[in-house]
């Protein structure tokens, strides 16, 4: 099955500095990687996703880069904000409707990341 | 847009009590239905699926099970709860066209 990991576990950068995560996955087959932040108590929420036809998303100071050949993809957050602090969490998954089977979703073991005013 | 609702949102009960925990979705129909457990706030543990009504597969045996008896309402339960069940459960829907993956807020379950 699919292996996604995850670095690093904890960040702190200062704010306005960017932060960078990064996410390893093992399933060649894996053609779907979202990205989610969670705060303290809370549901994750969908931040970012790629899909394996483009290499590069953004909108707005978040990006997320993927190299399938290295099966390897990073979220990027630039001029980081405190309230930019949460938990990170990496997904891999497959596009498409298995009928016994279902979508099932690998995540990453999550990055804490702090923003220093 | 695609909404989960869960509740309660935080329970504590005693060990060997009984444990039923509701999900429902709403702004989609026939979504693919998950339950994760998350310990300590890192770590989403996938317990069950399902990609229709009457459709479970467990990917963790233990003493929880769940049900999907109408298309947007996903049951996680137990009938004897330990003290390992303790954590945050989050319950998750995926649209089949995108694949995108949305949460509920989540229920805090203390098992004392």
């Known amino acids: 099955g699919e292996n996604v990991e995850q670095h690093p576990s904890t960040l702190s950068v200062q704010e306005g500095d960017s932060a960078v995560i990064k996410c390893t996955y093992s399933?060649?087959?894996?053609?779907?990687f979202p990205w989610y932040k969670q705060e303290l108590g809370k549901g994750p929420q969908l931040i970012i996703d790629i899909r394996s036809n483009v290499g590069e998303k953004k909108d707005q100071r978040i990006a997320v880069t993927l190299n399938k050949t290295a099966k390897h993809f990073s979220l990027h957050i630039t001029e980081t904000q405190p309230e930019d602090s949460a938990v990170y969490f990496c997904a891999a998954s497959t596009v498409g409707f298995r009928a016994n089977t279902g979508n099932q979703f690998y995540f990453g073991t999550g990055t804490s990341l702090t923003v220093i005013p | 847009s695609q909404t989960i609702h869960q509740w309660p949102a935080t329970l504590v009960q005693p060990v060997g009590s009984p444990l039923s925990l509701e999900c429902t979705v709403e702004g989609t129909s026939n979504p693919n239905l998950y339950w994760y457990r998350q310990a300590a706030g890192r770590g989403l543990q996938l317990l069950f699926y399902?990609?229709?009504?009457?459709?479970i597969s467990s990917e963790v045996p233990q003493n929880l099970s769940a049900s999907r008896p109408q298309d947007r309402q996903f049951i996680l339960s137990s009938k004897k709860l330990l003290l390992s069940d303790s954590g945050f459960y989050l319950c998750?829907?995926?649209?089949?066209?995108?694949?995108?993956?949305?949460f509920g807020p989540g229920t805090r379950l203390t098992v004392l």
């Open positions: 998750a829907g995926a649209l089949l066209a995108s694949n995108e993956q949305f």
């Open positions: 399902s990609v229709g009504i009457g459709q």
């Open positions: 399933d060649s087959a894996s053609n779907y």
